[in-house]
């Protein structure tokens, strides 16, 4: 059984940074690809960062602010966020997906509480 858990929310001043990990246990292949989401109540999940073969993607509100990256021998994904703004508070969750066979296999976790405020 895959479980994916999220750490590293809290509350920060504008300005400040963060970094958001994401420890996936129970195995799962080195061709995954890993997902950041954030979620603000009452509006829908978000993709912010994306890391598969075709490298890291980014939306443009997060361009040249958040990093993803991961590693693959601690099976844990992470999400630089610096720079941060109030319109960054959100619910961070991370995304675990990979093909095997015929099958997609998606992941997720309960998500971390990221609060920008001065």
């Known amino acids: 059984q895959v479980h994916v858990v999220e750490s590293g929310g809290g509350l920060v001043q504008p300005g400040g940074s963060l970094r958001l990990s994401c420890a996936v246990s129970?195995?799962?292949?080195?061709?995954?690809?890993m997902g950041w989401y954030r979620q603000i109540i009452g509006k829908a999940r978000d993709l912010v960062a994306s890391l598969g073969d075709d490298g890291p993607n980014y939306v443009d509100s997060v361009k040249g602010r958040f990093t993803i990256s991961r590693d693959n021998a601690k099976n844990t994904g992470y999400l630089q966020m610096d720079n941060l703004k109030p319109e960054d508070t959100a619910v961070y969750y991370c995304?675990?997906?990979?093909?095997?066979?015929?099958?997609?296999?998606?992941?997720w976790g309960r998500g971390t509480q990221v609060t920008i405020s001065a």
């Open positions: 129970g195995g799962i292949p080195s061709r995954s690809t």
């Open positions: 995304h675990v997906s990979y093909i095997l066979g015929d099958r997609t296999y998606v992941f």
